[in-house]
């Protein structure tokens, strides 16, 4: 997709054309060119699962270019090798979701919201209705769960310690020498050296 953030990229789409690439005997390597704040927990575990196949098949490395953030990074960190420009930021290791208790609002026009369900989650959050602490709990548990999913793709994809991962997965991001310092990246390259590098990877003449 077209950088900066002006639409969104189809995890579907993707998916389907990093398979497509790594079936293409005459496709050599697979440069991932990123430059994303991240995106949606749906979907983004399946695209991960498909770069590291194709990752078994060809060459896949990543470049991020200004920044490469939560799923943005969760897809970045399956590649083989990550290289980003110094002035990139990677990172944002974590998961969020975002409420509104619209509830007084509701309320300060005369409308009370009642609903009517099979259980205390069921229905949860309608528009105008109290969020409740046992809903808050639950959302919790959800995001922290999630989570899991992402720090254990990071500690695979790179092949960190767990605990370093715990330890950075706060929602900070980093700058490129810090990164790579930190082990989220592997070296700090601009595209065009990224791209060339790639290229006498998978250059016949390289192999012996």
Do not use: C
């Amino acid at each position: 997709g077209d950088s900066k953030f002006e639409g969104t990229v189809s995890s579907i789409r993707l998916r389907q054309e990093i398979r497509d690439a790594a079936r293409d005997d005459s496709i050599k390597g697979i440069l991932l060119n990123i430059d994303s704040p991240g995106g949606t927990f749906a979907g983004t575990d399946q695209l991960a699962k498909d770069i590291q196949t194709a990752r078994n098949i060809k060459p896949v490395r990543a470049f991020i270019d200004d920044l490469g953030a939560s799923a943005a990074y969760w897809i970045a960190s399956q590649a083989e090798q990550v290289s980003a420009t110094p002035t990139t930021e990677i990172g944002s290791i974590g998961t969020v979701v975002v409420v509104e208790d619209t509830s007084g609002a509701a309320e300060m026009q005369g409308v009370v919201v009642h609903v009517i369900s099979t259980g205390p989650m069921k229905g949860a959050f309608a528009e105008g209705a109290p969020i409740t602490e046992e809903m808050i709990d639950t959302l919790q548990k959800e995001v922290e769960q999630a989570n899991e999913f992402f720090m254990e793709a990071v500690q695979s994809g790179r092949g960190m310690d767990m605990k370093a991962v715990r330890a950075l997965a706060t929602g900070d991001t980093f700058f490129a020498k810090e990164a790579k310092a930190l082990g989220l990246i592997d070296k700090i390259e601009t595209f065009d050296e990224a791209v060339e590098s790639l290229i006498e990877q998978v250059s016949p003449r390289s192999r012996t």
